[in-house]
């Protein structure tokens, strides 16, 4: 297999843009009209994935290890999407035509030949890790929704009972698939501990124009029956540390560290947190009246509300600005999450004074979906 | 030459990133573009460049379609107008232009959607301020009678009321301002709750509206 002519090939294929994964479903869904059926509506999401996806192989091939991983991930990610292993040959298929249509005049039988081998690798190791993965895990889990609480303007608490239980470490998140948006997955924190009955909650915050959030939001969501994800992301508590904890949590980035909250509840003997709260307005603070409650009974546990602007129960500015106010934190251990900016500048601001980069735990919801 | 190519591809502008752009609010006071004229003439700007992507885009497969006859040709191959892979070729592009067209409606329902709940966002924000306005003013011009009162009890109390007559007047006029206080306080209470609930009234009617526009 010539590396050096794949990839060249590719860069070829890769001038011509988004008409490349357009090209590659249209010819995939011609030849094969029942996988239609597993995408979306609007594909304008779809092709940016498979672009990244085969940008990140092309650019990984020389990393064997780093690939093989990522191709894991992809191929037990793909299980809940409904994809079987016969649609991996659809796959290989139309991604073959969409090269050699882009290739032009430098498509030869060697490159064909070339390109056939190296799919059929990725194939082998994506449709492996999916059937070890079946022998573990169903497809997808159903959520039931059995209780909506509204907490503010935009932010409601959805309940859902999982069926089978979903197995999940505190911090982590499942992509959800609503059924009046079929095929469009969103990815949503579970915001407490795992519970024997399988019940799980997720703050919902009403995004402007987001299919899912909206759709989540709505009074009719309950009674549904949601569709979940395996449980992904590195966010997670370090449960051999004893060191104390600092949390900053923007508006329903609160979600994963509340699972952390109730994960250290449950302990012996908690390490001190310091919990940093905040949004745009008091409203926002949708759950406020429960982390006090929460903080009275448990003394390890201090809850710093903070609103950007406004009339404030506690403090007042910015979240990265306020944590900063406060000093010593280089010896803690950090737990951050909400908008990537505000994620982003609190690690900033946090290893500028000092703290580890390995101590900064974050969870970031930029590659999350609407 | 790996995949630069493809993210230095990513990076041009494309009508998407017209369609999205945003742009910082001025400061209050200083002077910037009137919004409406700005976002009409960037969607003018967009469908031009999607006109044009489009166009080169078949273009660009009219150049590979006659590619092929030649290179048919030079293989000694009878040319036909329409190589073997032509039909299918056309196929996928009529269905890439279907698939393109079913993502803009997509777009624009959502972006529709979104224009709703900014929208009620703004309006709820307008909704509180004047209900906090109200609530002001009516709690101001309960301070006022109560001032009033206090003021009047006390030059009662100067005067000294003579007579039981006058002590039970005076008593009368006491409990009285008690009950006003009190009906006032409800007055306000019963106000608040009710603009509280047109608040989520209409918010849920939003709600509803946003969720019969199609996903396309």
């Known amino acids: 297999m010539d590396i050096a002519r794949l990839k060249s090939s590719f860069a070829r294929v890769a001038m011509h843009g988004d008409e490349v994964p357009l090209h590659f479903y249209s010819d995939l869904v011609l030849k094969h009209p029942e996988t239609r059926q597993l995408f979306p509506v609007s594909m304008q999401a779809q092709r940016a994935h498979l672009v990244e996806a085969l940008v990140t192989i092309v650019s990984s091939v020389d990393r064997v290890e780093d690939l093989a991983a990522f191709l894991r991930d992809l191929g037990r990610g793909h299980r809940k999407f409904g994809a079987l292993a016969e649609h991996y040959a659809a796959v290989g298929d139309s991604l073959l035509a969409t090269f050699a249509y882009f290739c032009g005049e430098a498509w030869d039988t060697e490159l064909e030949a070339d390109w056939r081998d190296a799919y059929a690798l990725i194939a082998e190791v994506m449709t492996a890790a999916a059937r070890e993965d079946e022998q573990q895990h169903p497809a997808f889990w159903t959520g039931t929704v059995v209780g909506q609480e509204h907490r503010a303007f935009d932010v409601s608490v959805l309940t859902v009972r999982t069926d089978p239980t979903l197995h999940y470490v505190p911090g982590q998140s499942v992509a959800v698939e609503v059924p009046s948006r079929p095929r469009l997955w969103r990815y949503y924190s579970m915001a407490n501990a795992p519970r024997p009955d399988g019940i799980v909650e997720f703050h919902i915050r009403l995004i402007d124009g987001g299919a899912v959030s909206m759709a989540l939001a709505g009074k009719a969501v309950v009674g549904t029956q949601l569709r979940l994800g395996p449980a992904v992301g590195v966010l997670q508590l370090d449960t051999t540390l004893t060191k104390d904890i600092l949390m900053v949590a923007g508006s329903t980035g609160l979600a994963p560290l509340r699972a952390m909250l109730d994960q250290l509840g449950g302990m012996r003997q908690p390490p001190p947190v310091h919990l940093f709260f905040g949004a745009r307005t008091a409203d926002g603070l949708y759950d406020l009246p429960g982390l006090e409650k929460l903080s009275a009974t448990q003394s390890w546990l201090t809850v710093v509300p903070v609103v950007a602007a406004g009339p404030s129960p506690g403090e007042t500015g910015l979240l990265p600005d306020v944590v900063s106010r406060y000093s010593g934190w280089a010896q803690h251990e950090a737990y951050l999450a909400g908008p990537t900016e505000m994620v982003q500048d609190s690690a900033a601001r946090l290893a500028a004074a000092g703290m580890p980069a390995a101590s900064i735990h974050v969870e970031d919801f930029g590659w999350s979906e609407p | ?216």
């Open chain 2, 1 to 216: 030459m790996t995949s630069d190519a493809w993210y230095e591809e990513q990076r041009r502008l494309t009508p998407d990133n017209l369609e999205t752009i945003t742009f910082p609010l001025t400061r209050w006071g200083r002077h910037g573009y009137e919004e409406e004229p700005v976002r009409a003439f960037l969607a003018e700007v967009q469908a031009e460049m999607l006109r044009l992507v489009n166009e080169r885009a078949s273009l660009w497969q009219e150049v590979q379609r006659l590619r092929r006859r030649v290179l048919g040709k030079e293989n000694g191959n009878d040319a036909v107008l329409f190589g073997k892979d032509d039909a299918h070729v056309h196929a996928v592009r009529i269905l890439s232009s279907a698939q393109r067209t079913a993502d803009r409606y997509v777009a624009d329902a959502q972006a529709y959607s979104g224009r709703l709940t900014e929208e009620a966002r703004s309006r709820r924000d307008e909704i509180m301020i004047q209900a906090h306005q109200h609530a002001d003013l009516l709690l101001e011009e309960a301070r006022t009678k109560a001032r009033a009162a206090a003021v009047a009890a006390i030059d009662g109390d100067s005067l000294a009321p003579q007579t039981d007559h006058e002590r039970r007047a005076a008593r009368a006029e006491i409990a009285y301002l008690r009950t006003f206080t009190e009906v006032y306080r409800k007055h306000l209470k019963i106000y608040t709750e009710d603009v509280l609930r047109t608040i989520e009234d209409w918010e849920a009617r939003e709600r509803s509206e946003a969720r019969e526009v199609p996903d396309g």
